[in-house]
């Protein structure tokens, strides 16, 4: 399930939402990772939720901007708060 809602415009948006995730805010059940990808059908690019099977539990939309430079906030998660 992809949310048509909220497209995630700014890299501050991207880690407001990785900080839902990581904290459990979403109630999703055995979500285990997160990644970058794009809709085969159109090539929106969109922050995918994953379980332990690389299947799909939540995705929102993401700008070109935050697809580009939200990589590495992706693969080492939101940055810590002191």
Known sequence: ???????????DELEAFLR???SGSLGLENATGIALATNNADGRPFVA????????LYGRWVSA????????????????KH
């Open 49 to 56: 939720v994953l379980d332990q099977n690389h299947q799909l």
């Open 20 to 22: 839902l995730v990581e």
């Open 65 to 80: 901007s935050v697809y580009e430079n939200g990589k590495e906030m992706i693969q080492g998660g939101a940055p810590k």
């Open 1 to 11: 399930m992809i949310s048509d809602n909220d497209i995630i415009e700014t890299l």
